[in-house]
């Protein structure tokens, strides 16, 4: 089913959501690539000093057929800019493996929660093998009902996951996969897509020396999409948080 123009506008920002949490996400221009710490779809990049200084020792990589290239990054007052940027075919990706374990008192239990942010880049819809704990890639299965993403956990597809999908311009949807963490996203707009999944596992463990009673995993994938309607403005850029 086709629909003009301003009707398909219409529809899509009648399904809107706008809910969105904090998360990573990585951005490549003519200039580099960089990975941020806020809310694309709120224009909110954290600064330093303030929340991005949460993050210890993030790490990122560029991942081509070939082979797997440590990459550094260098922290300045909005990101962590990538040493290197992905051609085509390649993509990036950004992880913080130490991010602190945070406490919480549970009635009388005190309860340590382990928090793994991470972030892909990729500038093709060409198939991603799954690099992280939980990863959200193209599959490759493309067609006119969209592009095809699935979600993995601990290198297995991740049954009913739910995907965020957010544009800068303040727009977002909450898609669910199927059986095998597949869906099929319609990208109407050019421009950058963040879309977002999340996993929490109750499990016990431990990273080094720190124990930790259940984990949560939350992974973006940049997208682009180069053809469609023109892209709207982007929100207006909002105040990064102070630290307490």
């Not at 990706?93 to 602190?100: L, S």
């Not at 239990?109 to 991470?118: D, E, I, Q």
């Not at 850029?237 to 307490?244: C, G, H, Q, R, S």
């Amino acid at each position: 089913m086709s629909f003009p123009r301003l009707g398909l506008i219409a529809l899509l920002f009648a399904t809107a959501t706008t809910a969105q949490a904090h998360h990573v996400w990585l951005e490549q221009d003519a200039t580099g690539a960089t990975l941020y710490f806020g809310e694309f779809g709120h224009n909110l990049r954290e600064t330093t000093p303030g929340y991005l200084d949460k993050f210890v020792a993030p790490v990122a990589q560029r991942i081509s057929a070939a082979a797997a290239q440590p990459l550094t990054l260098s922290k300045t007052a909005k990101g962590f800019v990538l040493s290197g940027t992905a051609a085509k075919g390649e993509s990036l990706v950004a992880e913080d493996a130490r991010y602190p374990v945070s406490e919480r008192k549970d009635g009388d239990k005190l309860v340590r929660s382990l928090y793994v942010p991470a972030a892909r880049l990729v500038n093709t819809f060409d198939r991603q093998a799954p690099h992280f704990t939980l990863d959200l890639v193209p599959t490759g299965n493309n067609g006119p009902d969209g592009v095809e993403v699935q979600v993995f956990y601990k290198g297995q597809p991740l049954p009913k996951a739910k995907v965020e999908v957010v544009t800068p311009f303040g727009w977002g949807k909450d898609l669910r996969g199927d059986d095998q963490g597949r869906l099929t996203l319609s990208l109407p707009w050019k421009g950058s897509y963040v879309l977002e999944v999340k996993h929490a596992d109750t499990s016990a463990g431990e990273r080094g020396s720190e124990k930790y009673d259940r984990a949560s995993y939350v992974t973006s994938l940049t997208i682009t999409q180069p053809e469609g309607l023109p892209a709207l403005p982007a929100a207006p850029a909002a105040t990064p948080n102070k630290m307490n």
